[in-house]
C-alpha cells in the first residue's frame, strides 16, 4: 500500500489564483481530512469527508472547498488565493482510531 | 468541547537525560489521546495514543505517555534523550464525535544538546 499520497510536494501561487491539491489513500478508508498548519502551530481541521459524497466542514473552512466522489480521492480546492492560504496542507485518513497522514503540500502564496 | 494545552512550547534537554513534555486536556468524555512528533520538513509520526486501555502507554522509540485522569494530563517521558528525538512534538485529542477528527495542541519543540 502507497498509504496517503499528496501532490504536488511544494507549489507557489500568486495573489488570485486557484488550484487543487491532490489527495488520494489506498486503504479504502472511509473518512478522510485535510489539514492545515501554520509555522510554529498546531494543524488545523479545514474539510472532513466520512465518505464518498459526503463532506462537511472544519474549524477553517473558509477560502477552501472540497469534493469527494470516490472513496480514493479528497482534493482541496483554493479558488482565489490569498497570503494567509501560505501553509503546509496535510491530508490524512482514518481507520478507527488511527489517523494516517500524508507527507504533506508547502503551498506559498505571493 | 475538548481541547489539549501544551504546557511548554520549548524543551532543551541534555543528550542521555531525561525528557518530559507536558500536556494537559480538556473532555466532556473519556478522551482518545494520542502523542505525534515531526521531524524538520517531515510529515507527522504517531508516537503512542491512549484509547481507556492501559494508563501507561508505552510507544515507539522508548518514549511512554501517562494518562492521569485526576490531573486531566497526559505527559510524554523518555528516560535518556538522543539526538535523534529533537523534533516537534505534539498531543492531540480526538474530538469525540466518532468521525476521527483531531485537536492539536501548539506543539513543543525539544532540543537535544551534545
Known amino acids: 500500500n502507497a498509504g496517503v499520497t499528496q501532490t504536488p510536494k511544494f507549489r507557489i501561487l500568486k495573489i488570485g489564483q486557484s488550484m487543487t491539491l491532490q489527495c488520494a489513500q489506498d486503504m479504502n478508508h472511509n473518512y478522510m481530512y485535510w489539514y492545515r498548519q501554520d509555522p510554529g502551530m498546531g494543524l488545523k481541521l479545514i474539510y472532513y469527508?466520512?465518505?464518498?459524497?459526503?463532506?462537511d466542514k472544519g474549524e477553517v473552512p473558509n477560502g477552501y472547498n472540497v469534493s469527494r466522489s470516490t472513496t480514493e480521492d479528497f482534493p482541496l480546492r483554493l479558488e482565489l488565493a490569498a497570503p494567509s492560504q501560505t501553509s503546509v496542507y496535510f491530508c490524512?485518513?482514518?481507520?478507527?482510531?488511527?489517523?494516517?497522514f500524508g507527507p504533506g503540500t508547502r503551498l506559498t502564496v505571493l | 468541547a475538548q481541547s489539549v494545552t501544551q504546557l511548554d512550547s520549548h524543551v532543551s534537554v541534555s543528550e542521555g537525560t531525561p525528557v518530559l513534555l507536558r500536556c494537559n486536556y480538556s473532555?466532556?468524555?473519556?478522551?482518545?489521546l494520542f502523542w505525534y512528533v515531526q521531524h524538520p520538513n517531515k510529515g507527522l509520526q504517531l508516537l503512542l495514543k491512549y484509547t481507556s486501555a492501559a494508563t501507561l502507554v508505552k510507544g515507539i522509540n522508548g518514549f511512554e505517555a501517562e494518562f492521569k485522569k485526576s490531573e486531566t494530563s497526559f505527559h510524554l517521558t523518555k528516560p535518556s534523550a538522543h539526538m535523534s528525538d529533537a523534533a516537534e512534538y505534539f498531543c492531540?485529542?480526538?474530538?469525540?464525535?466518532?468521525?476521527?477528527?483531531?485537536?492539536f495542541g501548539q506543539g513543543t519543540t525539544l532540543q537535544v544538546k551534545p
Open positions: 490524512a485518513s482514518t481507520l478507527e482510531s488511527l489517523v494516517f
Open positions: 469527508s466520512v465518505g464518498a459524497g459526503i463532506t
Open positions: 473532555s466532556s468524555y473519556s478522551p482518545s
Open positions: 492531540v485529542v480526538s474530538d469525540g464525535s466518532n468521525t476521527g477528527k483531531l485537536i
